[in-house]
């Protein structure tokens, strides 16, 4: 997998800076994306990436301020200009469903898709066969979400030594054997390739988190993630502020990684009021207290 991040800023854009959007290529598991919040945009800066709206097979909305939203109505009604028909799914807070319908139907917009809108409690959203997407509830001035992404375990690989002592020849039931499956050679003797597979090899976990202050939600959502994406609104400084306004700082977020035991962390969602000149400083407060963290950018690609 690998997660793009279309916007960075918070609130407001910048020269540098859109608002917040993340896109998750599934390459390695199927062809389509899905898209973590959708703020003023979002489409603009899809248009400058490899990426297509038609291949976006859903869409997580953190929280319904517009810096996190305001993008949607556009992409919706260009996704459906450029005549997709495949099925898009809004997962999101109360409130997403009103907000859609209502500014689709104010501006007659239509749609060529069908679009379903499920709006979410905090618990296990669903479990496709091959990734888990569960919703936590977080702290902020409206209900905002964060959500994991956990893929399914694989299966180890075939011990050829194995199979070699057990003159087990190659032949076209090696794949069901990797599969774990019970096969039955020419010769009559019963194979089962559960006997032959190493131990299964864990999947990849990201968490990726709306806008909150520091919750205790926060250490179960990030729990031993390969990858944590985290509002850093403010510096250290502004603590009293940032958590009032429902916000986290560099270190607050960073202590978490730590205390989390994830492996990586992107810091995103930066206050306007910093600039290019600024992110060195806003990046030692975060290595300070967890070493491996970057600073996201707009088009910045992570692998996991």
Same mark, same amino acid.
């Not at 916007?7 to 290529?25: D, H, W, Y």
């Not at 905090?122 to 409206?142: K, M, N, P």
């Not at 030594?161 to 039931?173: E, F, H, M, Y």
């Not at 850093?232 to 978490?256: D, M, P, V, Y």
């Given at each position: ?111 060529? =898709?069908?679009? @379903?809108? !499920? ?6 959203? +669903?479990? &496709?066969? %091959?990734?888990?997407?569960? /919703? ?59 006997? =032959?597979?190493? @131990?299964? !090899? ?6 990726? +988190?709306? &806008?909150? %202050?520091?919750?205790?939600? /926060? ?86």
């Amino acid at each position: 997998m690998e997660l793009t991040f279309l916007g960075t800023s918070a609130g407001v854009p910048t020269k540098e800076r859109n608002v917040t959007s993340m896109i998750l290529n599934l390459v390695g598991i199927r062809k389509s994306y899905w898209l973590f919040d959708c703020g003023e945009g979002t489409q603009h800066r899809i248009l400058n990436s490899p990426f297509k709206a038609s291949k976006i097979e859903k869409i997580f909305i953190t929280h319904l301020h517009g810096d996190h939203i305001f993008g949607l109505p556009g992409l919706l009604c260009s996704r459906s200009m450029g005549g997709s028909t495949d099925l898009l799914t809004l997962y999101g807070p109360k409130g997403l469903k009103q907000y859609i319908e209502t500014t689709l139907s104010v501006s007659a917009s239509y749609m060529t =898709y069908p679009l @379903e809108i !499920i709006e979410i409690e905090a618990g296990q959203l +669903f479990d &496709d066969g %091959e990734l888990i997407v569960t /919703a936590y509830s977080l702290e902020h001035r409206v209900e905002c979400y964060g959500y994991r992404i956990e893929e399914h375990a694989k299966s180890g690989s075939l011990d050829a030594d194995k199979l070699a002592q057990d003159n087990i020849p190659r032949g076209p039931w090696m794949q069901a054997l990797k599969a774990g499956e019970t096969i039955t050679l020419e010769e009559g003797r019963v194979i089962n390739g559960a006997d =032959y597979l190493g @131990e299964p !090899i864990a999947g990849k976990v990201i968490a990726i +988190f709306g &806008d909150t %202050e520091p919750t205790e939600q /926060a250490l179960l959502l990030a729990k031993d993630a390969d990858l944590m994406v985290h509002e850093t609104t403010l510096e250290t400084a502004f603590e009293t502020k940032a958590n009032e306004r429902g916000h986290s700082t560099t270190r607050q977020a960073a202590k978490l990684a730590r205390e989390a035991g994830v492996k990586r962390f992107v810091a995103t969602h930066l206050s306007g009021r910093y600039s290019t000149n600024d992110i060195p400083m806003l990046l030692a407060e975060c290595q300070a207290e967890f070493p491996n963290t970057e600073m996201a950018e707009d088009y910045l690609t992570i692998k996991v």
